[in-house]
């Protein structure tokens, strides 16, 4: 099975060319998949399988300019949808648990329906709606709170690699404690992801996050503890931040369809502990 990564060189892509042996790896330097005449690269290489990581994920940036995060999450995902279908490959789109406003107060499974509160996630929407209505076979894949050994590019690193940094050089730390959500490491996604496409289950969408949740507070103090470093923590509120795009104040999601098939991902602590000694 030929199996195509878009965004190769991001945080998940990384960690997906790093599970897939033989994967075909495609940076934006290969293709740029807001311009559909770019992405006949994939009739060339006709793979079985499209895996889509490519993202704008620049959350209170894209409030200001939001036309870029349509053209990658948007408009991206509907090029790569049509290619998809040209070339009767499965089409992988990857998603996020903002697409859901927090409201619930308990982990959203796959049936729930999506009610995006920021401009980030309304594009992720629209690019599962783009990738359900043309594509001819399909998985859209919500992930959250992505952690990993490449970092996050198109944010300048991940919260993990950030509070790491701030104990290197000793600075207190003052954490959001009102927005809880799946953390998730990279590398657990791209096994099971893996584990998914060789079962080749009913398309559609599945949840893919580490078990649990916990807030961005509790998770920084877990970092902090795991790594044996003793820096002020305070918690805060969404409101002291004052950041531009909304955040959802509930967003951990439920693999509901993945335990059905008999795949659960490790519970969040054991896996940053895993990350954290893998350093």
Same mark, same amino acid.
């Given at each position: 099975?030929?199996?195509?990564?878009?965004? &190769?060189?991001?945080?998940?892509?990384?960690? $997906? #060319?790093?599970?897939?042996?033989?994967?075909?790896?495609?940076?934006?330097?290969?293709?740029?998949?807001?311009?559909?005449?770019?992405?006949? @690269? $994939?009739?060339?290489?006709?793979?079985? #399988? +499209?895996?889509?990581?490519?993202?704008?994920? !620049?959350? /209170?940036?894209? *409030?200001?300019?939001? *036309?870029? &995060?349509?053209?990658?999450?948007?408009?991206?995902?509907?090029?790569?949808?049509?290619?998809?279908?040209?070339? /009767?490959?499965?089409?992988?789109?990857?998603?996020?648990?903002?697409?859901?406003?927090? %409201?619930?107060?308990?982990?959203?499974? *796959? #049936?729930?329906?999506?009610?995006?509160?920021?401009?980030?996630?309304?594009?992720?929407?629209?690019?599962?709606?783009?990738?359900?209505?043309?594509?001819?076979?399909?998985? +859209?894949?919500?992930?959250?709170?992505?952690?990993?050994?490449?970092?996050?590019?198109?944010?300048?690193?991940?919260?993990?690699?950030?509070?790491?940094?701030?104990? %290197?050089?000793?600075?207190? $730390?003052?954490?959001?404690? /009102?927005?809880?959500?799946?953390?998730?490491?990279?590398? /657990?996604?791209?096994?099971?992801?893996?584990? =998914?496409?060789? =079962?080749?289950?009913?398309?559609?969408?599945?949840?893919?996050?580490?078990?649990?949740?916990?807030?961005?507070?509790?998770? &920084? !103090?877990?970092?902090?503890?795991? @790594?044996?470093?003793?820096?002020? =923590? *305070?918690?805060?509120?969404?409101?002291?931040?004052? !950041?531009?795009?909304?955040?959802?104040?509930?967003?951990?999601?439920?693999?509901?369809?993945?335990?059905?098939?008999?795949?659960?991902?490790?519970?969040?602590?054991?896996? =940053? %502990? !895993?990350?954290?000694?893998?350093?």
């Amino acid at each position: 099975m030929q199996i195509a990564i878009i965004g &190769a060189n991001g945080q998940l892509g990384s960690a $997906l #060319v790093d599970t897939f042996e033989n994967a075909i790896p495609l940076t934006h330097e290969d293709m740029d998949i807001t311009k559909f005449d770019s992405l006949k @690269i $994939l009739k060339k290489i006709n793979p079985d #399988v +499209i895996i889509n990581t490519a993202a704008y994920v !620049r959350v /209170d940036d894209a *409030e200001i300019y939001p *036309e870029k &995060a349509f053209a990658v999450n948007s408009i991206g995902a509907l090029n790569v949808a049509k290619i998809a279908s040209e070339i /009767d490959a499965v089409n992988i789109y990857i998603s996020t648990d903002y697409v859901f406003d927090g %409201k619930k107060g308990n982990p959203y499974t *796959e #049936v729930d329906l999506p009610n995006p509160i920021n401009v980030y996630g309304l594009s992720k929407y629209a690019g599962e709606i783009f990738t359900q209505n043309y594509s001819k076979k399909y998985y +859209i894949i919500r992930v959250a709170s992505l952690y990993g050994r490449g970092g996050a590019r198109g944010k300048g690193g991940n919260f993990v690699e950030w509070i790491i940094n701030k104990a %290197k050089r000793k600075e207190p $730390l003052k954490i959001v404690n /009102d927005q809880i959500m799946s953390p998730t490491y990279t590398v /657990d996604v791209a096994k099971t992801l893996k584990k =998914l496409i060789e =079962l080749e289950p009913e398309y559609g969408v599945y949840h893919m996050t580490n078990s649990g949740y916990c807030s961005w507070f509790e998770f &920084a !103090r877990e970092i902090l503890e795991t @790594i044996n470093c003793n820096i002020p =923590l *305070e918690p805060i509120t969404s409101s002291d931040l004052n !950041r531009l795009a909304q955040r959802p104040p509930f967003s951990a999601l439920q693999n509901a369809k993945l335990k059905k098939l008999g795949l659960q991902l490790p519970h969040w602590k054991v896996a =940053l %502990k !895993r990350f954290l000694t893998s350093q």
